[in-house]
């Protein structure tokens, strides 16, 4: 029987996805090209059985992966995502775009991700806590402040980060601030870490109008994904002057081209855990069928959600001009090109959502030297981190005469590669 390796793609995975990704950067690595499989293959993948005791007595068992997909620019950085269809492929797949990222924003770090398959809202605070415990002592022998530090992402919180730092602390006997990001401020978090992607997503999105021409002032955005991400992003575009004109998250689609109230919204959101039953309000929004929000007629669309949303039907049906993929790997390729054809500038995930892993790093540093900064500050050097990376990007899409997706991977790949080269193959 031939059976497949673990590295075989699923046909439309954010795995085949990121692969795709990585064969249209080859052209652009000169002589690195040789250390390009490099890329295609996961350095290291834990799979952890999670027994936990329920509140009702019963016993019952989670799926858990820790996956180190590149560590040769530094130890691996990545989430931890808690949601039902998490799968080692898309852990994989989150894990390897997390070692794109951070390179090219240039942190010293490789890439990783973790995940558990749970809807964690199915479980009592309790249980939260047991799962996410048991979990971090199983994965508790890769991970470490010099080894891979796990962050917030769909699904996990602060807490879920304190509940991390507590157990790996407890595990090693001395409090290990550095072992997570995204904690709470008065455990070693930082400032800023809870925006920082909503935050990256609209300084990068702020450029590209800049060079575009469009004025952020009166322009029109969509959000898919009211969580961390989208809400931050959805909330700085409106202070700049924007029209929030429609939000899709997993409880429905909510419509209004004279604009949505935040300030109505957000105490919804809170209430209700989505954006699903907000109709009316002092501007009159309106409840839409959830596939029509991808003919909403807007200039800026952020997909905030999870992968694989943009497919070559949507990709056609889009009336944005700009998209900042907040989220990982909302686009498929196919769409991809789709979009460049019609002239739709795509601001890919691995320098748009950049902003919460920059700020990670900043809470790793402010962790190491227990001295922390200021709000202002960390929006400070994470507006220059950004603007910066995203220039020197540009630059190479200009040169090559290719997509930002493509140009962000040829200034990372060069940089990862160049670790690996250097570093040498051991033995
Ligand atoms: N949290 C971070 O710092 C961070 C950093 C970089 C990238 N990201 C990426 O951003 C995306 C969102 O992450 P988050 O941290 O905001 O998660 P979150 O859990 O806070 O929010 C997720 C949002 O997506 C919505 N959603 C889920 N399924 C949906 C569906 N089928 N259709 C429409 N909406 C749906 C949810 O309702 C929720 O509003 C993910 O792709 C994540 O990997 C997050």
């Known amino acids: 029987m031939n059976m497949l390796s673990y590295i075989q793609p699923t046909a439309h995975s954010a795995w085949s996805t990121y692969l795709s990704q990585v064969d249209r950067v080859v052209p652009y690595l000169g002589p690195l090209a040789r250390w390009a499989e490099t890329l295609k293959r996961p350095k290291r993948a834990l799979i952890v059985d999670i027994p936990i005791e329920m509140d009702d007595g019963s016993v019952r068992h989670?799926?858990?992966?820790?996956?180190q997909h590149n560590l040769s620019r530094g130890p691996g950085k990545g989430g931890v995502r808690y949601h039902p269809q998490v799968t080692l492929e898309e852990v994989m797949a989150l894990s390897a775009w997390m070692t794109v990222k951070n390179a090219a924003v240039n942190l010293p770090y490789g890439g990783a991700k973790g995940g558990i398959r749970v809807d964690p809202k199915q479980l009592s605070i309790k249980e939260l806590e047991r799962m996410t415990r048991r979990y971090t002592s199983e994965i508790g022998i890769i991970i470490g402040p010099q080894q891979d530090i796990p962050a917030p992402d769909v699904g996990t919180n602060a807490q879920i980060m304190a509940w991390m730092m507590d157990t790996y602390s407890m595990n090693v006997g001395a409090t290990a601030s550095g072992v997570v990001t995204g904690k709470p401020v008065h455990l070693g978090g930082s400032l800023g870490r809870v925006k920082a992607t909503g935050r990256g997503v609209f300084v990068t999105g702020r450029e590209a109008a800049r060079r575009l021409g469009l004025n952020i002032n009166g322009a029109r955005v969509a959000v898919q994904g009211f969580g961390n991400v989208g809400s931050a992003a959805a909330e700085l575009f409106v202070q700049a002057g924007a029209t929030l004109v429609a939000v899709q998250d997993h409880t429905g689609t909510i419509a209004n081209p004279k604009g949505l109230d935040l300030a109505e919204l957000m105490p919804v959101v809170r209430r209700d855990g989505g954006v699903g039953a907000f109709t009316?309000?002092?501007t009159?929004?309106?409840?839409?069928?959830?596939?029509?929000?991808?003919?909403?007629?807007?200039?800026?669309?952020?997909?905030?959600?999870?992968?694989?949303?943009?497919?070559?039907?949507?990709a056609r049906r889009i009336r944005a001009r700009l998209v900042l993929e907040g989220a990982n790997g909302p686009t498929l390729p196919e769409a991809d090109d789709l979009l460049a054809d019609r002239g739709v500038l795509v601001v890919p995930d691995v320098i748009c959502n950049a902003g919460g892993v920059t700020v990670s790093y900043f809470e790793w540093v402010q962790d190491f030297s227990s001295f922390f900064w200021t709000e202002d500050e960390i929006n400070l050097r994470l507006d220059k981190i950004m603007v910066e990376a995203l220039r020197r990007i540009w630059d190479t899409a200009d040169r090559h005469q290719i997509t930002l997706r493509t140009a962000t991977f040829a200034v990372a790949c060069e940089r990862i590669l160049m670790a690996r080269q250097e570093r040498g193959l051991y033995p």
């Open 280 to 282: 009316g309000g002092n």
């Open 62 to 67: 989670f799926e858990g992966y820790r996956v």
């Open 284 to 314: 009159g929004a309106e409840r839409i069928d959830d596939e029509a929000f991808w003919d909403v007629d807007c200039d800026i669309l952020i997909p905030a959600a999870l992968e694989g949303q943009i497919d070559e039907g949507r």
